[in-house]
């Protein structure tokens, strides 16, 4: 059974940090491309960053760019997001998901559609005061 849990949300002063972990099973890590996606309350799900599996690529969105860090430890299954400078605007449900594997990621700004996931996590809660 594939699964995908979020760890690391919190509560965070503007312009503090957190690191988000994904811890994936069930399924072979190191050959999907994986993605963190976040909604933010009363919003529709937002992409925010992806990794490939091949080579190690990575491609955000410019509202993180600079920001955030995606990367990931295929021994140990677990995908990350290192997020600095946090904002308020940043505060959201952060989920980790499974890139369908017949989906190419193109680059920034150009992440897949969100049918173009195949399983996601129950995400974790990231909340930014000002």
């Known amino acids: 059974e594939v699964q995908l849990v979020e760890s690391g949300g919190g509560v965070v002063l503007s312009g503090g940090s957190l690191r988000l972990s994904c811890a994936a099973s069930g399924f072979p890590f190191s050959v999907y491309d994986m993605s963190w996606i976040r909604q933010p309350p009363g919003k529709g799900p937002e992409w925010v960053s992806s990794i490939k599996a091949r080579d190690g690529t990575r491609y955000y969105s410019d509202s993180v760019k600079g920001r955030f860090t995606i990367s990931r430890d295929n021994l140990r299954s677990t995908l990350y997001l290192t997020m600095n400078n946090l904002e308020p605007e940043d505060t959201a449900l952060y989920h980790c998901?499974?890139?369908?594997?017949?989906?190419?990621?193109?680059?920034?700004?150009?992440?897949?559609?969100?049918?173009?996931?195949?399983?996601w996590g129950q995400g974790t809660q990231v909340n930014v005061s000002s």
């Open positions: 998901a499974r890139v369908d594997p017949g989906v190419e990621l193109e680059g920034d700004n150009r992440g897949p559609r969100l049918d173009e996931y195949d399983y």
